[in-house]
């Protein structure tokens, strides 16, 4: 379930929030699934993927 929160949370984000939340992410240094999740958003983002 948290997972599937946390995925709806990162679509919402802009590029530039979703760099500034990896960032921080990797400086608190996060489970590694949750920066994973960052960069797949990111990528998506990036490239208009569904």
């Known amino acids: 379930m ?3 929160w946390n995925e ?3 679509k919402k984000l ?3 929030q979703l ?3 990896l960032n921080k992410a990797i400086e608190l240094n996060l489970q590694q ?3 994973d999740l960052i960069v797949y958003e990111l990528d998506r983002k990036q490239f ?3």
């Open 2 to 4: 948290k997972t599937n």
């Open 19 to 21: 760099l500034e939340t």
């Open 33 to 35: 699934d949750f920066i």
């Open 48 to 50: 208009k993927i569904n």
């Open 14 to 16: 802009s590029i530039a």
């Open 8 to 10: 709806n949370i990162m």
